[in-house]
T-cell receptor, first 111, second 112 residues
Framework: KNEVEQSPQNLTAQEGEFITINCSYS?????LHWLQQHPGGGIVSLFM???GKKKHGRLIATINIQEKHSSLHITASHPRDSAVYIC?????????????FGKGTHLIIQP | ETGVTQSPTHLIKTRGQQVTLRCSSQ?????VSWYQQALGQGPQFIFQ???????GRGNFPPRFSGLQFPNYSSELNVNALELDDSALYLC???????????FGPGTRLTVT
């Protein structure tokens, strides 16, 4: 079964800390998404990656296709970054199969 | 440009009843996917619609069905509701042949 694993499941940090969330997957993908979900449910797409690295503000996402691994980094973390961060992938050849999601990382940034 | 919208926001139903959830896709997006997210879990793919036809389905029973309309809006119908159907239902729209997905705010369904 194709799977997506995230770590850690829960992370509590102090404001200003550098945060890393990891995602690994089992077989080849055509795209990897990092998503943010706040309490109440709405999901916001942060990044879509198929190779390399992307940066948006304090957020950086990297992917290593050979190692089947991606990381999401948050620099200078702030309490408003508190949310669930979800990694999701589209498997190669799975165009009509939707995304497969990890269980999410619950991040709390304390002031 | 309006984003993806879903209605209703919250819904409470009784076991055995039927429910219809609605999704309006982002302007110009002709593909809609539906996901179920149980509490504490990641979303699970239910099915995808393109040009009014289902063209992909996850591991969900036939009592989960859908429709897509000419304006690309979509409905998710669930018959014979079970307690385990209690979840957040998310729809996401995308342009055809794009891996980008734009999510709606979700409908929280509670089955009692």
């Amino acid at each position: 079964k194709n799977e997506v694993e995230q770590s850690p499941q829960n992370l509590t940090a102090q404001e200003g800390e550098f945060i890393t969330i990891n995602c690994s997957y089992s077989v080849g993908i055509s795209a990897l998404h990092w998503l943010q979900q706040h309490p109440g449910g709405g999901i916001v797409s942060l990044f879509m990656l198929s190779s390399g690295k992307k940066k948006h503000g304090r957020l950086i996402a990297t992917i290593n296709i050979q190692e089947k691994h991606s990381s999401l980094h948050i620099t200078a973390s702030h309490p408003r970054d508190s949310a669930v961060y979800i990694c999701a992938v589209r498997w190669i050849g799975g165009g009509a199969d939707g995304l497969t999601f990890g269980k999410g990382t619950h991040l709390i940034i304390q002031p | 440009e309006t984003g993806v919208t879903q209605s209703p926001t919250h819904l409470i139903k009784t076991r055995g009843q039927q429910v219809t959830l609605r999704c309006s896709s982002q302007s110009g997006h002709n593909t809609v996917s539906w996901y179920q997210q149980a509490l504490g879990q990641g979303p699970q793919f239910i099915f995808q619609y393109y040009r009014e036809e289902e063209n992909g389905r996850g591991n969900f029973p036939p009592r989960f069905s859908g429709l897509q309309f000419p304006n690309y809006s979509s409905e998710l119908n669930v018959n014979a509701l079970e307690l385990d159907d209690s979840a957040l239902y998310l729809c996401a729209s995308s342009p055809r042949y794009s891996a980008e997905q734009y999510f709606g705010p979700g409908t929280r369904l509670t089955v009692t």
